[in-house]
């Protein structure tokens, strides 16, 4: 059947309408998105703004200063500080903007050639970070890459998985479950191979033929299932230090340390570690509720407060009641002494951010990251841009 299409008055005007736009020139169209954007970061500026404070016992600047400050945070780097009230940049005479590093500027400085005078570097494009980025980004790789030269500064990896298929070590015939359940007796990690923030991440103990998961709402066949768009490895379930055992024992609590390299020097940024908060989860991070405390690099003892990402900064841990300051942190020397060790072999990054466990005979890299986040790192050691600064000029 025929249908008659009748335009009335107000298609036609809604037509020109949708038409004048069209008919604009690029750099016009252009302007348009802009201000759309701006006017989108001005509404996020005032609610970052309208946040309350996380430092409760200190005076805070007023509502407008608050704004003009985040509106020119905006304007200069192009994007919203949602971390501007975390950072303490709302509090008065405390913190300064200026000192803090958005990732943008970090990003447009490891793109240069940070290694002038190496006869490799007339080969390379000037952004070299993508080219070894997989070597960060794949968790597999990383293992395989940097155990060949040092067997025990990463975990040691039972298998790798994807689906129902064993891929590391290579067998067609024995199936993943089959592969778990021939596993010697022990605790295992298992996680994907690409991911962060403790995504998919669980434990595995297995006894017999007994075999529990951390998680109970978590199987094996949920497990593979996952793996079926990314490979799974197990490894070996880290045993940690005492000393940081005695801040929340039912998570491995990590350090987050930052290098950076500049003509054949690497040298320290900065340091936190993160401990769990949480009885009930197994990973470390922020984003899981756990706080962070900020690292003395010259002793290696911990800072005053621990920061969250969802409350007040605190002095002691809110579980084992373990006060931060001073806290040394176990065989600080060689975990230093690793990382400088390490970045040179890797030679495409100009920054890395360690992810380090301490175990009782010594540091063992969990992950490094060349897309690392600064917000945890600042909130709790303040800003870095002057120290980066620094240490690129040297």
């Known amino acids: 059947m025929a249908t008659n299409l009748v335009f009335t008055d107000e298609d036609e005007e809604r037509f020109e309408k949708l038409k ?9 169209r252009f302007r348009i998105f802009l201000r759309k954007r701006f006017v989108f970061k001005l509404a996020r500026c005032v609610l970052v703004a309208k946040e309350k404070t996380f430092f409760p016992d200190m005076p805070r600047k007023k509502f407008i200063t608050r704004l003009f400050n985040n509106v020119a945070w905006a304007i200069k780097y192009n994007s919203v500080n949602t971390a501007y009230n975390r950072f303490g940049l709302d509090i008065k005479n405390f913190r300064k903007a200026s000192d803090y590093l958005d ?6 400085d ?3 050639i940070h290694h002038k005078d190496h006869p490799l570097v007339k080969y390379r494009n000037l952004n070299v970070n993508t080219r070894y980025s997989i070597i960060a980004d794949n968790k597999h790789v990383f293992y395989s890459y940097v155990g060949s030269m040092l067997p025990n500064s990463v975990p040691k990896t039972a298998l790798v998985f994807m689906g129902d298929k064993v891929i590391a070590p290579m067998d067609d015939k024995l199936g993943t479950k089959k592969a778990i359940e021939k596993l010697p007796d022990g605790k295992y990690i298992c996680k994907p191979t690409i991911g962060s923030h403790g995504d998919m991440i669980v434990s595995i103990t297995k006894k017999g033929k007994k075999i529990t998961l951390n998680d109970p709402n978590v199987t094996i066949d949920d497990l593979i299932e996952a793996s079926k768009d ?3 490895l197990i490894q070996e379930f880290l045993t940690q230090h005492d000393a940081i055992n005695k801040f929340n024992s039912s998570t491995v609590n990590t350090l987050r340390i930052i290098s950076i390299r500049w003509n054949e020097e690497t040298h320290i940024l900065a340091a936190m570690i993160r401990i769990g908060a949480r009885e009930d989860k197994i990973v470390d991070n922020a984003d899981a509720g756990g706080a962070f405390v900020a690292i ?6 911990l800072n005053e407060y621990g920061y969250f990402y969802n409350k007040p900064r605190a002095k002691k841990h809110p579980i084992s009641n373990v006060a931060y300051k001073g806290y040394q942190i176990p065989y600080w020397k060689e975990t230093i002494q690793l990382i400088k060790d390490l970045h040179p072999v ?9 992810d380090i466990a301490i175990t009782p005979t010594g540091p063992v890299i969990v992950e490094i990251n060349w897309n690392y986040s600064l917000k945890g790192i600042q909130i709790c050691n303040g800003g870095l841009k002057p120290r980066w600064e620094e240490l690129k000029n040297k």
């Open 20 to 28: 004048g736009v069209y008919q604009k020139t690029f750099p016009e």
């Open 103 to 108: 990732f943008s500027y970090v990003k447009k």
């Open 110 to 112: 490891r793109a240069k």
């Open 230 to 232: 990314t490979s799974f």
């Open 296 to 301: 003395n690099l010259d002793k290696g003892t």
């Open 346 to 354: 890797l030679f495409g990054f100009a920054t890395i951010g360690w």
